[in-house]
């Protein structure tokens, strides 16, 4: 696939969420406009975020409008359609509450409270408490689901575009090494790294220890 290729079905993602805002819109009027980002992911990057007020926009007559951002992961293009439409909402969550000037998150936008887990209720989102950041918004109602089943339908197709998440390999552990005294016959167990970096002596006989 070429960049070119790529560009274009990247563009085409980004087409689908405005969409996809459009009609959260149209469900609840309260959510701003905004404009929508992809990112790629790194370590330690949210899932997504909504910002206030990030962007100008340049309109006839020299007049200026302020627009909110609402970027998502790559990683949540990876999960799918649901996956994209919950994330949408939740955003839009703290874009109604803008417009309502209710105060929903503290902690720079991390701690979400009982205000947001209402604002979140009424969108079709589930909620479930969560001590490190007050609640998450891990899927949406089947209700919901069918609400937007045309626009589901709509994204489905255009994510073909996305950056799946690494899985983490663990490397084994490596065993021990199990030595004997070649004098008195004690036995211990130590480390590889430990075996490799020096000779062991036997404290009661003075004598070398051998891998058994």
Known sequence: MTSN????????????LERAWQTIQYVHPDTRDAVLCVYQHHKGDRRSHYASNSWT?????DQEARLDEVYISSHILAEG??????????????????TKQIKDT?????????????????VGLTVVSDKSIGCRT???????????ADLLADLEPV????????????????K????????CG?????????????????????????AI
């Not at 290729?5 to 689908?16: D, K, M």
């Not at 926009?57 to 007559?61: C, I, S």
């Not at 359609?81 to 803008?98: K, M, N, Q």
């Not at 503290?106 to 009424?122: C, D, I, M």
């Open 5 to 16: 290729q790529q560009t274009a079905q990247l563009s085409e993602i980004i087409e689908a």
């Open 81 to 98: 359609a649901r996956s994209v439409l919950e994330t949408l909402l939740h955003e839009a969550v703290h874009s109604i509450a803008d």
């Open 138 to 148: 891990p899927d949406i109602t089947s209700e919901t689901a069918e609400e937007y």
């Open 176 to 183: 021990p090494v199990k030595l004997v005294c070649s004098g």
């Open 159 to 174: 994510l073909r575009l996305y950056q799946p998440v690494a899985s983490r390999v663990s490397k084994p552990r490596a």
């Open 57 to 61: 926009e340049r309109r006839e007559g």
């Open 106 to 122: 503290s902690r720079q936008g991390r701690w979400h409270n009982k205000r947001f887990e209402a604002l979140a209720k009424t």
């Open 186 to 210: 004690a036995k211990l167990s130590v480390s590889q790294k430990v075996y490799e970096a020096a000779s062991l002596v036997c404290n009661e006989c003075s004598e070398p220890f051998e």
